[in-house]
């Protein structure tokens, strides 16, 4: 099955700076990488999603990069807010799963 | 807020008592899940469902026992649960159960088990 890794664990920034999430996964079948948002005490939420005809997508002041040769995808986000404080998850699917696995997620700090 | 809700949001039960958790979603989907989350743990799949039809039991003891009455309601019965149960129990949905459609997640139930 699909394995997921996420890199790393907890993140800490300045306000300002920017912040990449890196996630690889194994299935190589898989088209579909979504990136969800969780903060403190809510519900996790899609922010940005990316498939494989594509090598990058932006939305405003978060990105994500696809490399399907080196099975890693990324997560950026730039001029980081306070509010970018969340936990961040990876997910890989579109293999052979009908499930998409996640990653570990990443502890996200931005300090004021 | 979202189309898919969670009872109760927060609960407090003892190793002998038996409750449940309800999810409602309003989205429409066919396809809906029982995540647990738990502490410095990544999220661990328990049941999914896809058009009332469990399709996946991904291990999980006997203690819990889900049930899907049709495709909008689900809901997780808990009996005899151990401490280590305690965690953030997240309801999900998704248009069809492929792996390429996003997750709907309700707000979660934080369980603690005493």
């Known amino acids: 099955g699909e394995n997921v890794e996420q890199h790393p664990s907890t993140l800490s920034v300045q306000e300002g700076d920017s912040a990449v999430i890196k996630c690889t996964y194994s299935?190589?079948?898989?088209?579909?990488f979504p990136w969800y948002k969780q903060e403190l005490g809510k519900r996790p939420q899609l922010i940005i999603d990316?498939?494989?005809?594509?090598g990058e997508k932006k939305d405003q002041r978060i990105a994500v990069t696809l490399n399907k040769t080196a099975k890693h995808f990324s997560l950026h986000i730039t001029e980081t807010q306070p509010e970018d404080s969340a936990v961040y998850f990876c997910?890989?699917?579109?293999?052979?799963?009908?499930?998409?696995?996640f990653g570990r997620g990443t502890s996200l700090i931005v300090h004021p | 807020e979202t189309g898919v809700t969670q009872t109760p949001r927060h609960l407090v039960m003892g190793m002998t008592n038996k409750k449940s958790l309800k999810c409602e979603q309003h989205?429409?989907?066919?396809?809906m899940y029982w995540y647990k989350q738990s502490a410095k743990k990544p999220l661990e799949l328990m049941f999914v469902?896809?058009?009332?039809?469990?399709?996946e039991n991904n291990s999980v003891p006997s203690r819990f026992s889900p049930e899907c009455p049709n495709s909008s309601h689900l809901f997780l019965h808990l009996h005899t649960l151990q401490p280590e149960d305690s965690a953030l129990y997240l309801c999900?949905?998704?248009?069809?159960?492929?792996?390429?459609?996003?997750?709907?997640f309700g707000p979660g139930t934080r369980l603690t088990v005493t």
């Open positions: 299935d190589s079948a898989s088209n579909y």
């Open positions: 999900a949905s998704s248009q069809a159960l492929t792996s390429e459609n996003e997750q709907y």
């Open positions: 469902y896809n058009f009332k039809e469990q399709t």
């Open positions: 989205l429409g989907h066919n396809a």
């Open positions: 997910a890989a699917g579109g293999g052979g799963s009908y499930i998409p696995t």
């Open positions: 990316i498939r494989s005809n594509v």
